[in-house]
């Protein structure tokens, strides 16, 4: 549709995508397949982003890595320009282009350049009084997820399966004390996930959820809710855990309120797993500052036309993607990254009328 | 008007049944006056979860949703084991004052209506 | 000139001289019968003694010269000693230069007050009439200078050093009209009166050739001193009932004060004493954190002591207070305005909270008997870095051990009791000195300031009690080897409860200098700021704290750290709160981080603490 023949005159207009998560593979595929110039920039040593450390999906459980090989692959086969180990430094306006400047110093000039910056985890350390840092058997959902893969002998304790572990949700997210007020939408799946995975390595062991609610949004979400209870008794309580501590022999005791039953619980675990919730990346900040882009309470990106035009910003010609815009599963990442190639395209379509 | 269910010669209520119809929520109303954030709570626990006289008998959760409910008689023996310390107010996730609503709770519960 | 020509106009003052001269009295009595037979005993006892000498010279330099509040700032100073200082020495001279001059000593109370009236064309013989002629003149410019400076701080208190003045109330407004006319008044009478004679000092002599020219200044003459009378007579009535009461009661207190009268639990003679001393300079609004940051300004140590002594307290007013002691520190007449808060709490809320027995009331684990007893305390409970770090600590440097609370479940007692919680509070106390002398400890190890405050102060306790700040400093002094200096850029943070609180200010920064380099920040020791997150204040919304929070923070970052360290768990919580880029540690945490290696094959980990095997 947009591939008609303007680009036969010249060189193709050229697209800046920063982040090469799976948004902005997204993205930077849609519009290389419709003979726009794209180059990635990433500031990792390889593209894939959060997705690189992650075992298996919710909510099927597929193995994160056969996605990502097939994403990559999709990236070499269109002959992508990938930079990786490649921070942008700068983007500044310049002319009816954008400038970027990498912190090697390198500069180009782009027609457009799509944000898909993504998020960081957060710091599970600065829930003090749940240990993580502190206690060795602490650990955060993303930890885990590496753990869980070589049949979970990660989790083996003193080389025997695991008796108990826990999974503390809204880690960092429903939090103000923390500062992150809104919810991170895809840790309770994710905790229902693990917990099954953990049961599927060790039949044994008792997998506790606790939980202020679970919200179960997505395509098959409730069905592996249902499927953790039933299949894999996994034990979900309603209470938040509000504080940890070690024991002598390594493990850790939680304490919280079940309050169904209305009454404190305590509990030892081999593993306190925290469900972390998702934080717009520090230089999400640096980019609103620096382009006077527009963000959310929350600090991520927000569209002046969320409804319609989700990946539109207040600047003209800079668009978003993925959970730089909020947090976001995979799925929607791709669909975003999508979205947003199409809006790109759309522009460069009106700026090369507009240049004739 | 006669309640419908009255027309079958009985009602279904009994003593563990919660009477919207006849909840009091004069105390809630003077508490929320006094902390405003209070009607924040999402219920989760975390203030009986690290209370110090959590083991006690004290749990602020089961108090404010009596309140809320319009029952009053059981909040005294729920807020008296509270010696104020303060760490509820410091895990709340919604960032309820919670020492200070027990605070009044506790004073108000002595001063008559 | 005759007495006898026109005595009338002396009235007002004689008058309201008289009134004061009953009311004080009577009123000071009555206050003295609601102390305590004790304190009673003590004053008795004082009195004859040099502690009154003291008192003295107390009285001299805040009630005249404000010493204090010079330190606060110079021209704020100047403008009470003016005031003070100088109307004292006016009464003083002015009674020298009579008794000199009528050569009788006992004359009546009212001829140096209106001297120039009575003898009006006085000329001065010799050298000391002259000296004493130009000495009042001088004196007289230097109250009015004072004056001048406390019309313009109505209208712009920044110039004083003070960010708003105090609110005023009606009997005030009487008597400070009385008082600003006072001085203005006795120029205008004393400068006609040279004027129509002739005959005076060289200010009023020459002030009064002008305005004699001006006026008709012959028939203004009995007018001017009859206004200067009244104005007199006027403020002495409205003294009593308005902020000048501090004028004689402040010198009162400071009496009784040395000579061992304090502020108890329940208000008594000595509160009202204190409540009357205040004469509302707003110093403790100017540094209050609430009104600077929080926007709260109906709660400072003014305005409530001024609305418990007019009976129109409301108790959020009590409540709505830091208890972090800046005002007391910087307040001029020392009143103890937390005490009395304190006070004002208990009596509303004691009844609200009752006794707690604890049937749990055990001590957890095996006792170590003779070694020291580590108390972590609520806080410390969510903090759990702190008291890792503690841990650490001890057993690297083979500190026999035992946590009290390490099960977690018991509380000092302090915060029922800031509440106004007494009985609870003391119930608490007594439940936890049970447990703590059946652990057989030699010493106990406290690592909130909350909690040590009130173990220091409340608890009886036969063993001496420690606050890990100064335990670890004597710790590092005996055993300097186990730790060695990060060079890490830090600032600390003094917690209202152990600096203002406690008065430990240097035992943590001595060790913090061993194990860092420690630069200053802006506020320091008795002036550091509040962290915000104070148990004590029951009426502050969390968005306010907030404000309070980061403005601290924002001072203690200000010179650019790489983590800021404070001795106390609910500072390090509160701090930590939101997002926040330079951290912020305790004292035990930074002390851990400069802990020297290891040497390794030395130790292995048996049940909970390390042995020594070699």
């Known amino acids: 549709m947009y591939q008609h023949n303007r680009y036969q005159k010249g060189k193709p207009q050229q697209v800046a995508v920063v982040g090469a998560g799976v948004a902005g593979l997204s993205a930077a595929l849609t519009l290389k397949k419709q003979g726009v110039g794209v180059v990635v920039f990433e500031k990792d040593e390889s593209p894939g982003g959060h997705l690189q450390q992650w075992h298996a999906l919710f909510p099927d459980r597929e193995p994160a890595a056969g996605v990502l090989d097939l994403l990559k692959q999709e990236v070499s086969e269109q002959k992508i320009s990938l930079r990786t180990q490649t921070e942008v430094a700068a983007v500044t306006p310049s002319g009816d282009k954008f400038r970027i400047e990498t912190s090697q110093g390198e500069q180009n000039e782009f027609d457009a350049v799509l944000l898909a910056t993504g998020f960081q985890l957060f710091d599970a350390a600065r829930k003090e009084e749940y240990g993580y840092g502190i206690y060795q058997r602490v650990i955060t959902s993303a930890g885990l997820e590496q753990r869980l893969g070589h049949g979970g002998t990660g989790l083996t304790v003193n080389g025997r399966p695991p008796h108990r572990v826990a999974f503390v949700h809204c880690v960092g997210s429903r939090d103000e004390k923390v500062g992150n007020h809104y919810c991170s939408k895809v840790c309770c799946v994710t905790g229902v996930k693990q917990a099954i995975t953990i049961k599927e390595h060790f039949p044994q062991c008792e997998v506790l959820n606790f939980y202020m609610d679970l919200r179960m949004f997505g395509t098959g979400y409730e069905e592996l809710y249902r499927e953790a209870q039933e299949k894999w008794g996994v034990m979900f309580i309603r209470g938040r855990v509000s504080e940890a501590s070690q024991m002598y022999d390594g493990t850790i005791q939680l304490k919280a309120e079940d309050t169904l039953m209305g009454r404190p619980v305590r509990a030892t675990v081999d593993w306190l797993v925290l469900l972390v919730g998702m934080e717009p990346e520090k230089r999400a900040q640096l980019w609103a500052r620096s382009l006077g882009l527009r963000t959310g309470q929350a600090g991520f990106f927000s569209s002046p036309e969320k409804f319609l035009h989700p990946s539109l910003t207040t600047v003209n010609g800079v668009f978003t993607a993925g959970a730089c815009t909020g947090p976001a599963s995979i799925p929607e990442s791709v669909s975003q990254g999508r979205a947003a190639a199409i809006s790109v395209l759309e522009f460069l379509a009106k700026k090369d009328e507009a240049g004739k | 008007m006669k309640p419908a269910n009255d027309k079958w010669g009985f009602r279904a209520e009994g003593s563990e049944q919660i009477n919207l119809d006849k909840a009091d929520s004069s105390l809630y109303r003077r508490l929320l006056n006094r902390e405003p954030g209070f009607a924040a709570c999402l219920f989760c626990g975390s203030c009986r979860a690290t209370c110090t006289s959590g083991n006690e008998g004290m749990n602020f959760r089961l108090a404010h949703l009596l309140l809320q409910r319009g029952e009053t008689a059981r909040l005294k023996s729920l807020t008296d084991p509270c010696l104020l310390c303060g760490k509820c107010t410091l895990v709340c996730p919604r960032n309820v004052n919670i020492r200070a609503v027990v605070y009044n709770l506790k004073i108000m519960l002595h001063e008559p209506f | 000139m005759n007495l006898s020509d026109h005595p009338f106009f002396v009235w007002p003052f004689v008058a309201g001289m008289a009134f004061l001269c009953i009311y004080l009295p009577a009123v000071y009595l009555k206050w003295l019968r609601k102390t305590s037979a004790r304190d009673r005993k003590k004053i008795s006892a ?236 707003g110093i403790c609004a100017n540094v209050c954190q609430l009104s600077a940051d929080a926007g709260i300004n109906h709660s400072q140590a003014v305005y409530f002591l001024r609305d418990l002594r007019y009976n129109r307290l409301q108790p959020e007013t009590a409540e709505n207070c830091l208890f972090c002691g800046r005002c007391s520190a910087a307040c001029p007449v020392d009143i103890q305005v937390d005490d009395i808060r304190l006070q004002q709490r208990t009596n509303r809320a004691n009844r609200c909270a009752p006794a707690i027995r604890r049937p749990a009331a055990q001590l957890p684990g095996t006792p170590e008997t003779g070694g020291v007893l580590y108390f972590a305390g609520c806080m410390t409970h969510l903090t759990p870095s702190v008291k890792e770090a503690i841990r650490t600590i001890l057993n690297r440097a083979d500190v026999k051990f035992s946590i009290l609370d390490e099960a977690g479940g018991i509380c000092c007692g302090r915060p029922a009791m800031q509440a106004g919680f007494r009985q609870q509070a003391e119930s608490i106390i007594q439940q936890t000195t049970e447990m703590i002398l059946r652990s057989e400890a030699s010493l106990l190890l406290v690592s909130c300031p909350i909690c040590y405050k009130v173990f220091n102060e409340e608890y009886q306790l036969p063993i001496p009690v420690k606050h890990h700040s100064v335990f670890f400093k004597e710790l590092a002094a005996a055993k300097p080897e186990l730790f060695k200096n990060s060079r890490k850029r830090i600032t600390y943070h003094d917690s209202c409860e152990l600096g203002r609180g406690s008065g430990i200010y240097e035992e943590p920064r001595e060790l913090l200098r061993r194990v860092a380099h420690l630069v200053p920040t802006a506020h320091e020791r008795e002036d550091a700021l509040c962290c915000g997150g104070s148990l004590a204040n029951l009426a502050i919304s969390p968005a306010q704290r907030d404000l309070i929070t980061d403005t601290a923070y924002e001072q203690l970052i200000a010179p650019a750290p790489d983590y800021v360290v404070t001795s106390c768990p609910m500072c390090k919580k509160t701090f930590s709160k939101g997002k926040r880029d330079i951290p912020v540690v305790d004292i035990a945490e930074a002390l851990q981080m400069a802990l020297t290696p290891e040497e390794k094959p030395v130790r292995v980990k048996v049940g909970k603490k390390a042995e020594v095997l070699a």
């Open chain 3, 46 to 281: 004082a009195i004859f003694s040099v502690k009154t000498i003291r008192a003295i010279r107390e009285i001299f330099s805040e009630c005249l010269l404000h010493r204090r509040i010079f330190r606060f700032n110079p021209t704020l100073g100047y403008m009470h000693m003016s005031l003070a200082f100088g109307w004292f020495l006016l009464i003083v001279v002015g009674k020298t230069e009579t008794m000199l001059y009528t050569r009788d000593g006992f004359n009546p109370p009212y001829l140096p007050v209106f001297f120039k009236y009575f003898y009006p064309d006085h000329i001065p013989a010799n050298f000391k009439g002259l000296f004493f002629l130009t000495l009042m003149d001088l004196l007289l410019l230097f109250v009015l200078s004072g004056l001048t400076l406390a019309i313009f701080k109505r209208f712009k208190s920044k110039f004083l050093g003070m960010k708003k003045s105090t609110r005023h109330i009606l009997p005030d407004r009487i008597a400070l009209t009385f008082l600003w006319l006072i001085f203005p008044l006795r120029w205008l009478a004393e400068s006609l009166t040279s004027g129509v004679y002739n005959a005076g000092g060289f200010f009023t002599l020459s002030s009064g050739r002008a305005l004699a020219s001006l006026l008709p200044a012959e028939q203004l003459l009995l007018p001017a001193w009859w206004a200067y009378s009244i104005a007199l007579g006027g403020f002495f009535v409205a003294l009593p009932f308005s902020r000048y009461m501090h004028i004689f009661t402040e010198a009162a207190l400071i009496l009784l004060k040395h000579w061992g009268v304090k502020t108890t639990q329940r208000a008594n003679g000595y509160t009202d004493f204190e409540i009357h001393s205040c004469s509302r300079c």
